[in-house]
């Protein structure tokens, strides 16, 4: 192999140590990590490249061969140290001592991960191997793309291997190795063409040609267009080798041997020996290559990298948080982690109904919708008092002829004013009661949400919550809808203090003159039509602006009290009582081991979590040291 500038080297194995480090953590399953990652049709020489960059052989053969990614870590050493390999998967982990054991045991992994058939995995296997004759590099190494399903192979076995492949590939952390024999229309290659919809500008795209030597005689000169960038840019270039064949392989041709071969092919031939000596011919040199781009790309990708680690890293102790941590097994450590869910779940309640923020974390707030559910009720004592105004200009004729007795024409009827504003008010009584429900049931949610986020994972100290905050909430409303009633009761009195109520009638009068004057004809066409009703219309005027004055009174006692009786019973009350009803369940040790139950996902949820977290901390840790 090619040595690389000493320099250089000092920078290379670390990058890549670090990478492989975070990977082998797991980190790859929160966040990707700069990775290259070799993709091929079916039968493009994919895997003979990797077998001329790891120097063993892979598994070979028709159909499917590579049935799960397979992550190659290469090592390079010291000249003169023992070659070492290890391959390892999922809770698996096995060292190689025979190099041509290699392929061997990644078969039977490949059978233990996906079974003896030709189905394919997510899971990946991965293969390490050190010694002084392979590059520092990793790559991983997919399925080839498969265009028609073979015995024994699902219909959509194309289907699952594309979307594997653009699970990696559309990662911008990727870059994309595509493998392509020299003897096809590489416009038309799928494996291409997928890089393409991922990289539509080639800036994460590194094509192989493979099989130079079964080119067709005369298409040699359009062969090095393509490898001089000249046909399909890409930013990353190409690259062309010349692996071993099968008749070398069956001739038991060395890996050496079949460089030193290749070497002289591209050294000899009358067209590609200009690309053998640009650098872009041979696996020593495509090794080179690799190397740099990968370390390029880790050293672009680390601040990137850092950044989501830390984000990564705050959204799992946030989640981690709300899990918690498990009840303790101890009975006495029990009730006290009850009595602290508990407490923590009332001392919250109470914090929703003084407006401070939640220990729970979550955006909850009740006044928000008390807000906005009195609002409302304001809205309609106007919009209700707009409606009563036109209609008692049409009606109150109808009350004087009704109710008017022995008094005198220029007199007030006390019986038509008291019929009409009590009739107005009583009709505000069931908005006023749907009100309080639709509040009530609204704050019961939010409590109730509450104490989700309160006792996440504990499905019977959830319902022993639900329970209490349910028939508090329905006890509470019983209570607040007779209050509700009794005010309603006291406003059908039609009684309101000599000052209030000359105060209100005064602003009527001076409303009623700043009005805009009727036109002529209207106003006369008014008069003529008030002046047939006994000849009253001043006194019809003056009962009319009694009536609004006293609906506005009665409309302001209503807008203040309504939302005074909801609140306190609904919400300031509410807290204090469900914090005497849950500090109850903690009287009797007898409820603690039922309450403390935990549902069958929370516990792995946390384990994940803390596994999340663990390996986020030390990823963190080996970027800090880097």
């Known amino acids: 192999m090619s040595t690389l500038n000493q320099q250089y080297e000092e920078k290379v194995r670390p990058c890549i140590d670090l990478i492989d480090s975070l990977r082998s953590l797991g980190v790859e399953k929160d966040l990707a990590l700069p990775a290259i990652a070799v993709i091929g049709d079916q039968s493009s020489g994919k895997s003979s490249v990797l077998e001329a960059l790891s120097g063993v052989a892979l598994p070979r053969g028709s159909g499917i061969v590579t049935r799960s990614p397979l992550e190659l870590k290469m090592k390079r050493k010291k000249e003169g140290e023992e070659w070492y390999g290890k391959i390892s998967y999922k809770d698996y982990e096995e060292e190689i001592e025979d190099p041509a054991d290699v392929e061997k045991k990644i078969r039977e992994a490949q059978d233990k991960m996906v079974g003896s058939g030709v189905g394919i995995s997510d899971d990946l296997i991965s293969l390490e191997i050190a010694s002084p004759d392979v590059p520092d590099l990793t790559l991983i190494d997919l399925p080839g793309i498969a265009r028609v399903a073979v015995k024994g192979q699902p219909e959509n076995i194309g289907d699952q291997i594309k979307r594997l492949i653009q699970k990696f590939m559309k990662k911008q952390e990727t870059i994309s190795l595509v493998v392509v024999p020299c003897n096809v229309d590489i416009a038309t290659t799928e494996a291409l063409k997928m890089a393409q919809e991922v990289d539509p500008d080639g800036e994460r795209t590194l094509v192989i040609l493979t099989k130079p030597d079964l080119v067709d005689k005369g298409t040699e000169e359009t062969v090095v267009d393509i490898v001089h960038n000249e046909v399909i840019h890409l930013k990353k270039g190409y690259m062309i080798v010349k692996c071993r064949g099968q008749k070398e392989i069956t001739d038991n041709v060395s890996l050496p041997e079949a460089i030193e071969r290749e070497k002289a092919f591209f050294k000899d031939h009358a067209y590609f020996h200009t690309l053998y000596n640009d650098g872009h011919a041979t696996v020593p040199k495509l090794a080179e290559k690799l190397t740099l781009e990968l370390v390029h790309h880790i050293e672009r990708s680390l601040p990137r990298l850092e950044e989501q680690i830390e984000e990564k890293l705050e959204q799992t102790?946030?989640?981690?948080?709300?899990?918690?941590?498990?009840?303790?097994?101890?009975?006495?450590?029990?009730?006290?982690?009850?009595?602290?869910?508990?407490?923590?779940?009332?001392?919250?309640?109470?914090?929703?109904?003084?407006?401070?923020?939640?220990?729970c974390r979550d955006e909850l707030s009740v006044f928000s919708t008390l807000r906005t559910e009195f609002m409302k009720w304001n809205a309609h004592l106007t919009h209700s008092g707009e409606i009563f105004r036109k209609r008692i200009e049409r009606e109150v004729a109808q009350y004087e002829e009704k109710y008017r007795g022995r008094e005198l024409p220029s007199s007030i009827n006390y019986k038509t004013f008291e019929v009409i504003a009590k009739e107005q008010i009583k009709q505000l009584e069931e908005l006023a009661v749907k009100r309080l429900k639709n509040i009530g049931d609204a704050v019961m949610q939010i409590f109730i949400q509450l104490a989700k986020s309160s006792f996440t994972g504990f499905p019977n100290l959830l319902k022993k919550a639900k329970t209490k905050i349910n028939y508090i909430k329905n006890r509470n409303e019983s209570t607040a809808e007779a209050m509700l009633r009794t005010q309603f009761k006291m406003e059908m009195l039609v009684d309101s203090q000599d000052r209030t109520y000359s105060s209100s009638l005064s602003d009527s009068k001076r409303k009623e003159r700043e009005e805009k004057d009727l036109s002529d004809s209207k106003r006369k066409e008014r008069e003529e039509k008030e002046k047939g009703i006994h000849g009253n219309h001043a006194t019809l005027q003056e009962l009319m602006l009694q009536v609004k004055s006293y609906y506005e009174i009665a409309s302001q006692h209503l807008d203040y009290q309504v939302p005074l009786v909801i609140r306190y019973q609904i919400l300031q009350d509410f807290a204090v009582q469900l914090q005497r009803e849950m500090l109850q369940i903690l009287q009797g040790n007898m409820y603690s081991t039922p309450l403390l139950q935990e549902d069958c996902n929370t516990k792995s949820k946390r384990a994940d979590l803390q596994s999340r977290l663990n390996r986020l901390i030390e990823a963190r840790s080996y970027l800090v040291e880097f």
């Open 317 to 359: 102790c946030a989640k981690l948080e709300r899990y918690g941590n498990g009840p303790p097994t101890d009975p006495a450590e029990k009730l006290v982690f009850l009595n602290d869910k508990v407490t923590t779940f009332t001392e919250d309640a109470i914090r929703l109904t003084t407006g401070e923020e939640l220990k």
